[in-house]
């Protein structure tokens, strides 16, 4: 697995584009990060961002995931972030993460859709330990989604 930058390419499917913005350690996680904005390519707006975590650790696996996403408020409801999980998956396959863990909280019932629409498979939900800045930050359990992109 490699955690140097590789230059992830055109990343769109028509009227999504994914921007990169930044190659940088994650803060929390500590491990490399690609940070890209979910633009329209048309009208250039910016419809939310998306992260791909380079790396495995237990707490990627388990709480964090590979993949986070924020769909802009006004923009939701148009399967943008599963679009974009999508787009990410062969650069993830590229940088050597085969599976991609994905995770979101239970009751967020959009995120569970957008994770069965981008073709990853629902796994289990865990609890997040307590001393966790993931469960102290109000997410005490957390389900895990498996993306293969080697298919």
Known sequence: ???DRVDPGPLEDGELRLDLEAFALHAIHKVPTYHFR???AVTGDELGTIRLRVGYTEELGRYAGHIG???HEPHRGHRYAA???RLLAPLAKRV??????ITCDPEN???R????LAGAEFVEIVDVPEDHIIHQSGH????RYRLDVSA
């Open 1 to 3: 697995m490699t955690r």
């Open 38 to 40: 979910m633009v329209h």
């Open 69 to 71: 996403y924020a769909v």
């Open 83 to 85: 679009r974009s999980v």
């Open 96 to 101: 050597g993460i085969d599976p991609v863990w």
């Open 109 to 111: 019932i959009a995120s």
């Open 113 to 116: 859709r957008t994770l069965e």
């Open 140 to 143: 005490p359990r957390k389900c």
